[in-house]
């Protein structure tokens, strides 16, 4: 049975930015990161837009907040470094209706809170910015920015292998005991035996089904699907950079928005829709094991409950591509139905409390030697440098 000091679950950005972090502060530590799919960051982190988030829409004082800041400093500094390309090139959030005015104004205050960069402006400003786009008022986020965060990963990889941890892929975490006496963990997986001091629980859809591996999870993971399009080249002029609607605070969702990408490609979404597995990327996929897992939570029922007009909304855009185009013409009216053509979609580990709460932050706990991440949605891939530093300091001095 090999043995090391830490082993980190998921190769995912989190999970790599955890061991980058370790290695940097403790270079004689022996790591070693188990990933379950042969390649790296092919789940959240491979299949995400890109973008590198401000930190203007999070409570002041959260996790997100505090991480998304000090995370994004972090990586642009380690892309600098690095030789990753990325661009801050801004962004516009835009009110396209009356009710959704004191909505951005919120939105504004968070962001003076947090200390973004930004400013309310008018039509006539947003039309310089982004001039096929319509609004009564909006938000510029000059600081916002694109990054292509597989290759971060990619990078970090290097790193880690270069300091002398190890990466094994192909290797799903199948059992694990959080020993008290002697202190340590043992993981079974299908690449083999592995025993060390502390474990870091970065699985991102699973991280609640490696969690309940050790202790009770407080909480269970809902996966919801977010699909995209890509615009076509004829399209690309309607739009310069990152255009994003005013969020339903109620919902813990961006909307339907714009986004340019690192390799100068455009894409628009995602909506969000309940996956039928968490890995069920396309509508026809479905694990029925996972999907009866989450139609048995009653906290599912409770959400559903609360948000089924807005869910109902949200299916009827996965449904029809008329409906989601509808949905960015309120952005962009010039946008149209032949401009687009389907792209690959993602699919967000949102966690839920048995009471029906939607978890809005980060959640990190720790018990005896094993440190669970169980929750890290957006803006995770912007924070993971600040988060990898967080959950290091969270492990046993020892």
Not at 171 to 191: D, H, M, S, W, Y
């Amino acid at each position: 049975m090999e043995r090391c000091n830490v082993i980190i679950v998921g190769g995912g950005i989190v999970g790599l930015a955890s061991a980058w972090n370790l290695l940097r502060e403790r270079p004689d530590l022996k790591v070693l990161l188990l990933e379950k799919e042969k390649e790296l960051a092919l789940h959240q982190t491979g299949r995400n837009s890109g973008v590198l988030h401000s930190g203007i829409y999070y409570k002041p004082g959260s996790l997100k907040a505090r991480n998304c800041r000090e995370g994004k400093k972090a990586m642009e500094l380690f892309c600098a470094e690095e030789g990753i390309d990325f661009d801050i090139c801004g962004k516009v959030i835009v009110a396209t209706e009356h009710y959704e005015v004191p909505r951005l104004d919120a939105i504004f205050e968070r962001g003076q809170a947090n200390g973004v960069q930004c400013e309310i402006i008018g039509p006539e400003k947003l039309r310089e910015l982004e001039p096929h786009c319509r609004g009564l008022k909006a938000i510029h986020v000059p600081e916002s920015g694109i990054v292509n965060y597989r290759q971060v990963c990619h990078r970090l990889a290097e790193i880690i292998t270069g300091c002398g941890g190890e990466i094994k892929t192909g290797a799903k975490v199948t059992a694990l005991v959080n020993r008290q006496q002697p202190a340590g963990v043992v993981v079974e997986t299908t690449a083999g035996k592995f025993e060390a001091d502390c474990l870091i629980n970065c699985a991102g859809l699973y991280s609640d089904k490696v969690t309940a591996m050790s202790q009770k999870r407080e909480m269970r993971i809902v996966p919801f699907r977010g699909e995209y399009y890509e615009i076509k080249p004829e399209a690309h002029h309607l739009c310069k950079n990152l255009i994003y609607p005013v969020p339903d605070p109620a919902f813990p969702f961006l909307g339907v928005h714009f986004t340019r990408m690192i390799d100068g490609s455009f894409e628009c979404g995602p909506n969000a829709v309940l996956a039928f597995g968490r890995e069920g990327y396309a509508k026809t996929n479905l694990h029925l094991p996972e999907l009866l897992d989450t139609l048995a939570y009653p906290a599912f029922w409770k959400v559903a409950a609360k948000y089924w007009r807005i869910g109902a909304g949200e299916m009827w855009r996965s449904l029809s591509k008329k409906a989601f185009v509808k949905a960015l013409q309120r952005l962009v009216p010039e946008i149209r139905g032949e401009h687009l053509e389907a792209a690959p979609a993602g699919i967000r580990a949102q966690a839920l409390f048995p009471d029906g709460k939607l978890l809005d932050d980060f959640f990190i706990q720790s018990s005896g030697c094993v440190v669970n991440v169980g929750n890290a949605p957006s803006p995770a891939a912007t924070a993971a440098l600040n988060i990898g530093r967080l959950i290091a300091d969270k492990l046993p001095k020892r």
